[in-house]
């Protein structure tokens, strides 16, 4: 994938999820895409936009990906 696509889907995901202390959201992929490497890559720029919150990201079905935080330091 490439890097700008890449972070286009961060953008998007952040301005989802806002400043809410916890979130989820499914993204659904085209058939050809790589969803392990795409998580794995995913997962790490969102820690870089998130560095208070616990963000995981995983394939979750055959053309989709579930992303998740939730803050380190609730208030």
Do not use: C
Request: glycine share 6%; hydrophobic share 35%; proline share 4%.
């Amino acid at each position: 994938m490439a890097e700008s696509n890449l972070e286009d889907l961060a953008q998007k995901i952040v301005d989802e999820w806002g400043d809410r202390q916890s979130a989820e959201s499914l993204l659904t992929l085209d058939g050809g895409v790589d969803r392990v490497s795409l998580a794995s890559q995913l997962e790490g720029r969102l820690r870089d936009l998130f560095p208070d919150s616990i963000v995981a990201a995983a394939p979750y079905s055959t053309h989709e990906i579930k992303i998740s935080k939730i803050s380190k330091h609730p208030k």
